[in-house]
């Protein structure tokens, strides 16, 4: 299949003009044979990978592997970070003119990234479709022990081979479907923005990821039992929510509350590092976060939710816990200006039936867990590693009877005790107005804290 991209040009509803920078994308079996033809034009196509993913794309590239520079990164935990960028960069020679990303998430967002910085173009061939990053025009960075949200290149083209990618081991598979399926919540968190504050809202982008999610949510079982053309369904979908972030230039259609669990926890800030991917974190930042948000429309139904001024940072908090890690003056800084500090309480208040309104088109939690395990997705905490003893370890080495940490006093529960904190603290890591945040100022009448 080769995506029309036609149908993403020209003026929209929303009265902008999107731009799109991607030229090509091939999502077939063989496509990858389409890569001499887009390479020709170039004098020195550099292929960035590492060990696992060149074993799983050269069966089918091995005359690129042999007449190309191959820039491999070692190691068994690559991530996407300063240290990697950096590495990649020595890696890849110096009058490289191409690159091209043969990976997944990790490699496209250290492709990416390394482009943007040399100003020379890149070529997507994904190995798994385990992420929607493969046309963003952001990356994902862990940059000095903070998440950030980097500029860097779309690809000139992406060559989906189904030969490749649909032969990827299943976890990773099931990975990109818990990122497709955090868009939920990501378009929640949007919607209400715009309702409460007039932030910038393009129906034609969130009904283009909602299609992504719809297409994909039809044929889950038959994703896991590796049908090609189902295969094909949700690395077009994962393609599509990509080409949202690219028409907006940010990642705000695909990117919400659900994320900053992930971002959170990818920084290691209230827990030892986890071994487990992306769209597994997401996935469990998912459920966590539509658990809250339905406490939130419970509450508002009730008559139970009030409004109470809590716009102000909580500096105890960020500093028992970002500022163990030497971090509090970054966390500080990347929310500075306060995005709370002129929020209309009053008004907030009138909008709560709103609100509620909005929460009313999510599915629940339940039906998300359901669809989830459906798909062989990570739906409890113990499957990324945060099982009771890592929590109890974790809440014991910040203090759960310090001030900071007031919303665990009386918890026998850790791990409940780990979400509540993660719910807390996770707002911080972006400067990006979610309902969860937006939750810091709403109170219900069984509220503990």
């Not at 719809?214 to 053309?229: C, F, H, K, M, T």
């Not at 590092?273 to 508002?300: F, M, N, T, W």
Request: charge should be negative.
């Amino acid at each position: 299949m080769k995506v029309d991209l036609s149908r993403f040009l020209g003026k929209c509803s929303c009265g902008k003009e999107h731009a799109i920078t991607v030229d090509e994308i091939i999502i077939a079996s063989g496509a990858v044979r389409e890569l001499s033809r887009v390479a020709a034009a170039f004098q020195r196509p550099a292929i960035l990978c590492d060990q696992n993913t060149e074993a799983a794309a050269s069966p089918y590239m091995a005359q690129y592997f042999e007449a190309y520079e191959v820039a491999r990164l070692q190691g068994d935990a690559i991530h996407a970070d300063d240290h990697f960028a950096v590495a990649a960069d020595n890696t890849i020679s110096k009058d490289a003119d191409l690159l091209i990303a043969v990976g997944a998430g990790t490699i496209h967002d250290l492709a990416r990234y390394t482009a943007y910085q040399r100003r020379i173009p890149f070529v997507s061939v994904p190995t798994a479709a385990s992420v929607d990053g493969f046309v963003s025009t952001v990356a994902a960075m862990t940059w000095h022990g903070m998440k950030k949200t980097l500029p860097a290149a779309a690809p000139i083209c992406v060559l989906a081979d189904t030969d490749i990618f649909g032969h990827a081991p299943y976890r990773l598979t099931a990975s990109g479907i818990s990122d497709l399926m955090g868009k939920y919540t990501a378009l929640l968190d949007w919607r209400v923005c715009h309702v409460l504050f007039g932030e910038y809202f393009c129906q034609a982008i969130h009904d283009l990821e909602m299609e992504a999610v719809q297409e994909v949510e039809q044929v889950l079982s038959r994703i896991r039992e590796g049908d090609p053309e189902c295969m094909e369904k949700l690395m077009y979908a994962l393609i599509l929510s990509g080409l949202a972030m690219q028409m907006i230039g940010n990642s705000r259609p695909a990117s919400g509350a659900e994320h900053h669990v992930s971002h959170l926890w990818e920084m290691s800030i209230i827990n030892a590092p986890i071994d487990a991917l992306h769209g597994e974190k997401v996935s469990i930042g998912l459920l966590l976060v539509s658990e809250h948000y339905e406490k939130i429309r419970q509450a508002i139904e009730d008559g139970t939710c009030q409004i109470i001024d809590r716009r102000a940072y909580e500096t105890d908090l960020l500093q028992q816990t970002f500022g163990a890690k030497g971090k509090y003056e970054d966390v500080l800084q990347e929310n500075d200006p306060n995005l709370m500090a002129d929020i209309d309480l009053a008004s907030l208040e009138a909008k709560l039936p709103r609100i509620a309104w909005e929460l009313q088109q999510l599915p629940s939690s339940a039906n998300l867990r359901k669809k989830l395990a459906e798909a062989g997705c990570v739906t409890a905490m113990e499957e990324i590693g945060l099982t009771e003893a890592e929590c109890a370890a974790a809440m014991g080495e910040i203090g759960v009877s310090e001030p900071g940490c007031a919303t665990t006093i009386g918890e026998a529960n850790m791990v409940t005790a780990f979400q509540s904190l993660t719910l807390r603290l996770c707002p911080y890591v972006r400067r990006r107005l979610t309902l969860l945040r937006l939750s810091k100022l709403m109170k219900s009448g069984n509220e503990k804290h």
